[in-house]
């Protein structure tokens, strides 16, 4: 490949006139993206081929990820400066005339992903390549995406997000590994074998498509394999060709279809067991060409399952080697219970997957009856280990109720289960996985989520990157635990004051960007206030534009009450069929119409909403940001990301004692964090003793009650019914998520927010503090432990 300007410029150049039949000069934009794109990832080709030559010969164990999603965002970028070559690439085109930030806006974000649980593993996968570890990570290679979110008269609109448009330049396709996954059907006894055969299925094609995933600073490049239906060529001779295809095409259609439908939980279940078994029939066939049996798969793999989509791969695996390779039941579970390990991302009942044995047991038949067996020996573990308990029992049990209950099947099937933050994991340890802990003491354990620092620092930020490098040298690239060396300039004026203007550069392209697509002029020198992430009633985006209601209602109250200016902006999208989310985004439009448009107040409060939030506005926002908005009920969110981006970017955090939270604040101190609200022991003891009553706090705090009433009385809608559905979730639902009781503590934190700022100095402080002490929230770090810990995986041998 190239090494110099000058060997970039003849290869582009090449590429474009054999791709194109025309010079650069003549060439669409769209053709020098393209081309761009396809010269990086040839460049990256030689290390991919070389890590996977380099794994086999020296026998080394590998990590196997699977993901429902990958929210990886634009890679060019990302995988440029990983190489080392995006200078050179830049300079090249730059002799062309070709400004290469053009380029890189061409590129979509893969839709591949929905929100913290696929920025997660996009993030793991960055790190393990860079940190030298061998990985796999297996997905769904969707056509659409979730969805693109589009805000109309302040409601969400769903339209497709056709991120394939130009095609996926960084994938190979391989249909020299396509297998065939099995659906339908029934099972019946074979006395000739002594087996059980899936007769009478409908087959559906598995054609992987491999993405490289480029380490920095590395030879290492591993593989992110996307797998795709396709028609297989044993047609289903029951069924129209043309209803098969479009049966095919719908398993990869969406990311998480509507599952308010039998049809919709159907394909939800399709989509799962199709992208595990073609993941794990590939796993075996690829061990199975460096070994000469099964005997030590376990040695040589782990399949890590994030979260319960993928936890199918227990029962599968259980399947091909009992099937297809003649094991006995027992060495079966032995490899299987010793390949596959757990994370748990929930502790919400609605997030942990239960599937009707109807829907398994007609779609699946032959892995349903697997589940059954694991299920009926389990029932004989469990009575031994508690004694016959028989109420323990039908707690864990893995089979009742006419469901199956995914998280318990992963528990069962998996020799470790991780939580991804300290409290969450004592939360499943001692309330929601209590008699799983009790039957498994050593299976538990903790491994707080992390980031990439190179892209949500190093690349997303380079003013602030800039400043470290001159500041404490560059070497937090490669180790970001260098990143502490910030704190003894956290008291240097003169560092505080470059801090200052690094932010207000990274505020101003944000104000740009809302200008432009918002039509909002928005004061750089105003806070900039942000709460991005998913839409869910328990992350209490309902809590905050309730702050901003009342900060409204006070200033138009009383002329003397004047905020430091305040700019609060979200980002969120809603599931299609979460009504009651969809309104909460409405609800933040409306006020935004009316607060933004008000001349008494305008100058010190307005109100944002920013469309279709994903990873590359993400880059946007996150370094834009002075305060960062984590205000979930104590005991909901697992961990968060979004909280450690922002803090690495320079944000004060305010929030509850929920997540990771709980070990920011702890590693920032008190004074370099904003915490409010209920403790997570607080939340349980109101709700399991019935002492909470959202109508004594309506009645007893006239600022509630003004805020509420609001919702219902015309202030922000023409029809007093817009939002009468919130009032109802908050009044008469008695408020699930404690906005009511944490509404003041809320205010007062708030008002802490707006004095701190006042002081610049005290408030650089803070911020620099909270970079300081970000390096903990590497996913480098979060990665070694589970290779310490759980993976016990060594590094590519060079």
């Given at each position: 490949m190239f090494k110099t300007k000058e060997e970039f410029k003849y290869e582009f150049s090449r590429r474009i006139i054999e791709s194109y039949g025309r010079t650069v000069e003549e060439s669409h934009i769209t053709e020098k993206f393209m081309v761009l794109e396809t010269m990086v990832r040839d460049y990256a080709s030689v290390n991919w081929a070389m890590t996977k030559v380099v794994t086999k010969t020296n026998y080394q164990k590998q990590i196997h990820y699977f993901s429902m999603e990958f929210l990886i965002g634009r890679l060019l970028v990302n995988n440029m400066m990983n190489l080392g070559i995006y200078e050179i690439a830049k300079d090249g085109l730059a002799d062309y005339g070709i400004n290469i930030h053009e380029l890189e806006e061409l590129e979509s974000d893969a839709g591949l992903g929905n929100g913290?649980?696929?920025?997660?593993?996009?993030?793991?996968?960055?790190?393990?390549?860079?940190?030298?570890?061998?990985?796999?990570?297996?997905?769904?290679?969707?056509?659409?995406?979730?969805?693109?979110?589009?805000?109309?008269?302040?409601?969400?609109?769903?339209?497709?997000?056709?991120?394939?448009?130009?095609?996926?330049?960084?994938?190979?396709?391989?249909?020299?590994?396509?297998?065939?996954?099995?659906?339908?059907?029934?099972?019946?006894?074979?006395?000739?074998?002594?087996?059980?055969?899936?007769?009478?299925?409908?087959?559906?094609?598995?054609?992987?498509?491999?993405?490289?995933?480029?380490?920095?600073?590395?030879?290492?490049?591993?593989?992110?394999?996307?797998?795709?239906?396709?028609?297989?060529?044993?047609?289903?001779?029951?069924?129209?060709?043309?209803?098969?295809?479009?049966?095919?095409?719908?398993?990869?259609?969406?990311?998480?279809?509507?599952?308010?439908?039998?049809?919709?939980?159907?394909?939800?279940?399709?989509?799962?067991?199709?992208?595990?078994?073609?993941?794990?029939?590939?796993?075996?066939?690829?061990?199975?060409?460096?070994?000469?049996?099964?005997?030590?798969?376990?040695?040589?793999?782990?399949?890590?399952?994030?979260?319960?989509?993928?936890?199918?791969?227990?029962?599968?695996?259980?399947?091909?080697?009992?099937?297809?390779?003649?094991?006995?039941?027992?060495?079966?579970?032995?490899?299987?219970?010793?390949?596959?390990?757990?994370?748990?991302?929930?502790?919400?009942?609605?997030?942990?997957?239960?599937?009707?044995?109807?829907?398994?047991?007609?779609?699946?038949?032959?892995?349903?009856?697997?589940?059954?067996?694991?299920?009926?020996?389990?029932?004989?573990?469990?009575?031994?280990?508690?004694?016959?308990?028989?109420?323990?029992?039908?707690?864990?049990?893995?089979?009742?109720?006419?469901?199956?209950?995914?998280?318990?099947?992963?528990?069962?099937?998996?020799?470790?289960?991780?939580?991804?933050?300290?409290?969450?994991?004592?939360?499943?340890?001692?309330?929601?996985?209590?008699?799983?802990?009790?039957?498994?003491?050593?299976?538990?354990?903790?491994?707080?989520?992390?980031?990439?620092?190179?892209?949500?620092?190093?690349?997303?930020?380079?003013?602030?990157?800039?400043?470290?490098?001159?500041?404490?040298?560059?070497?937090?690239?490669?180790?970001?635990?260098?990143?502490?060396?910030?704190?003894?300039?956290?008291?240097?004026?003169?560092?505080?004051?470059?801090?200052?203007?690094?932010?207000?550069?990274?505020?101003?392209?944000?104000?740009?960007?809302?200008?432009?697509?918002?039509?909002?002029?928005?004061?750089?020198?105003?806070?900039?206030?942000?709460?991005?992430?998913?839409?869910?009633?328990?992350?209490?985006?309902?809590?905050?534009?309730?702050?901003?209601?009342?900060?409204?209602?006070?200033?138009?109250a009383n002329p003397e009450f004047r905020i430091y200016p305040r700019t609060f902006i979200f980002g969120a999208k809603a599931a299609p069929a979460y009504y009651f989310a969809k309104k909460v985004i409405k609800l933040i439009n409306s006020v935004a119409d009316v607060v933004n448009n008000d001349p008494e107040t305008n100058q010190y409060l307005k109100v944002v909403f920013i469309e279709n939030y994903g990873v590359t506005l993400a880059e946007k926002i996150m370094p834009a940001a002075d305060v960062s908005e984590q205000i979930s009920t104590a005991g909901k969110e697992a961990s968060g990301t979004g909280n450690m981006k922002f803090m690495m970017n320079g944000a004060v955090t305010i929030g509850t004692l929920d997540g990771a939270n709980v070990e920011i604040a702890e590693r920032v101190k008190d004074d370099n964090v904003v915490i409010f609200g209920l403790k997570d022991n607080e939340v349980n003891d109101l709700r399991q003793h019935g002492q909470y009553n959202a109508w004594d706090y309506y009645n007893n705090d006239p600022r509630i009650k003004r805020v509420v009433d609001s919702l219902v009385d015309g202030t922000f809608h023409e029809s007093r019914e817009e939002f009468r559905m919130i009032f109802d979730e908050l009044m008469n639902r008695n408020d699930e998520y404690f906005l009511f009781a944490d509404f003041e503590s809320y205010l007062d934190a708030q008002a802490k927010i707006d004095a701190l700022y006042r002081d610049r100095a005290t408030w650089s402080k803070m911020c620099l503090v909270n970079i300081a002490q970000s390096g903990y929230f590497s996913s480098d770090r979060t990665i070694e432990e589970y290779v310490a810990d759980i993976w016990r995986l060594d590094r590519v041998k060079r």
């Open positions: 913290g649980l696929g920025r997660l593993a996009a993030c793991f996968m960055d790190s393990l390549a860079s940190l030298s570890y061998p990985a796999f990570g297996n997905t769904i290679r969707y056509e659409y995406g979730l969805f693109k979110q589009k805000i109309e008269n302040g409601y969400q609109v769903e339209v497709p997000d056709q991120w394939l448009k130009l095609g996926n330049m960084w994938e190979v396709r391989k249909p020299k590994h396509a297998v065939d996954v099995k659906f339908w059907g029934r099972v019946v006894w074979n006395e000739e074998t002594g087996k059980w055969d899936h007769v009478d299925a409908e087959c559906v094609r598995a054609v992987p498509y491999d993405m490289p995933i480029v380490g920095n600073n590395t030879t290492v490049t591993n593989t992110l394999r996307l797998w795709h239906a396709e028609p297989s060529d044993e047609i289903p001779s029951n069924k129209d060709f043309r209803q098969y295809a479009q049966e095919v095409r719908d398993i990869c259609q969406n990311l998480y279809p509507d599952d308010s439908t039998l049809a919709g939980r159907t394909l939800r279940l399709k989509q799962q067991y199709f992208f595990v078994s073609a993941g794990i029939r590939a796993i075996v066939k690829n061990h199975l060409r460096v070994y000469p049996s099964l005997s030590n798969f376990h040695e040589k793999n782990v399949i890590q399952l994030n979260d319960t989509h993928p936890v199918l791969a227990i029962p599968e695996l259980m399947r091909i080697l009992i099937d297809e390779y003649d094991m006995e039941w027992d060495e079966a579970w032995h490899i299987t219970s010793h390949t596959c390990a757990y994370t748990n991302h929930t502790i919400l009942s609605e997030a942990l997957e239960k599937w009707p044995v109807s829907t398994m047991e007609t779609l699946l038949p032959r892995i349903y009856q697997i589940i059954e067996e694991i299920n009926r020996r389990f029932i004989g573990y469990v009575k031994q280990v508690s004694d016959h308990d028989d109420d323990l029992l039908n707690r864990v049990m893995i089979l009742k109720d006419g469901q199956v209950f995914m998280a318990h099947l992963a528990i069962v099937g998996s020799f470790s289960v991780n939580g991804v933050a300290r409290l969450h994991t004592q939360i499943l340890k001692e309330q929601e996985m209590k008699d799983f802990n009790f039957l498994y003491p050593h299976k538990f354990n903790n491994k707080t989520n992390g980031i990439t620092h190179r892209r949500w620092l190093a690349y997303s930020n380079p003013e602030l990157s800039a400043l470290l490098n001159e500041t404490i040298g560059n070497e937090w690239i490669s180790h970001p635990e260098q990143l502490e060396k910030l704190m003894n300039y956290a008291d240097d004026s003169i560092v505080q004051g470059k801090f200052y203007n690094v932010k207000q550069q990274r505020k101003q392209v944000l104000a740009d960007y809302i200008y432009k697509h918002n039509g909002i002029r928005v004061d750089v020198n105003s806070i900039f206030d942000i709460q991005v992430k998913r839409l869910h009633a328990y992350k209490r985006q309902l809590l905050n534009i309730m702050h901003v209601i009342y900060l409204y209602q006070e200033m138009k």
